[in-house]
Each structure stands twice: as structure tokens, then as C-alpha cells.
């Protein structure tokens, strides 16, 4: 059974950084893309970055020349580098196994 458990959510003011992960277990890591969604309240689940098998990687614009998603095969691990965080990053980050298999979300609060 493949499971998925983030961690490295938390509170950080505007302009600070996190750093994701999301440790799989239970599959072939380096046979899945691996992505990362989030949610706001009162909003739908979107997409923030995906990685693929080979590494090359998709960002969404909200995402774009801030975070850094990446990957290491040998620690069946994926990360989101987080950089210049706004209020409006505020949500729960999950992360994706071929948008098969989700992660329960950690939660990353950007106050002003």
C-alpha cells in the first residue's frame, strides 16, 4: 500500500521560506511523478509543481521563480522549496504519487 506523509508545513511571515518533503513508501519511488497540491480554505485543491520520473518539472504560475520541487530516489523523498512566501501561499500542501495516491497535507500559514 503506498502511503505518503509530508512534513515541514508551519507559520512563517511574508518573504520567509519552507521546505516540504514527502517521504513515500509502499511503491517503486522512482517509477512515480510526484507532485505537490495545495488547498486554501474555501477554495478547490491546485496544483503547484510536478516532477517527473526523468525529473523534468511543470510549475503552476502561482509557483513560478518561487518554489522548487525536487526529488531524491534513494531517500524515496520529494521536496518543495518554498522562497519569498506571500499570505496568499497560505494552505494545506499534499503531495501526489501519479495523482493516484495523496498524502494527508501539512499546513503552511504565511502571516503579513
Known amino acids: 500500500q503506498v502511503q505518503l506523509v509530508e512534513s515541514g508545513g508551519g507559520q512563517v511571515q511574508a518573504g520567509g521560506s519552507l521546505r516540504l518533503s514527502c517521504a513515500a513508501s509502499g511503491t517503486i519511488f522512482s517509477r512515480n511523478a510526484m507532485g505537490w497540491y495545495r488547498q486554501a480554505p474555501g477554495k478547490q485543491r491546485e496544483l503547484v509543481a510536478l516532477?517527473?520520473?526523468?525529473?523534468?518539472?511543470t510549475y503552476a504560475d502561482c509557483a513560478k521563480g518561487r518554489f522548487t520541487i525536487s526529488r531524491d530516489n534513494a531517500k524515496n523523498t520529494v521536496y518543495l522549496q518554498m522562497n519569498s512566501l506571500k499570505p496568499e501561499d497560505t494552505a494545506v500542501y499534499y503531495c501526489?504519487?501519479?495523482?493516484?495516491?495523496w498524502g494527508k497535507g501539512t499546513l503552511v500559514t504565511v502571516s503579513s
Open positions: 501526489t504519487a501519479d495523482l493516484l495516491f
Open positions: 516532477i517527473s520520473v526523468g525529473g523534468s518539472t
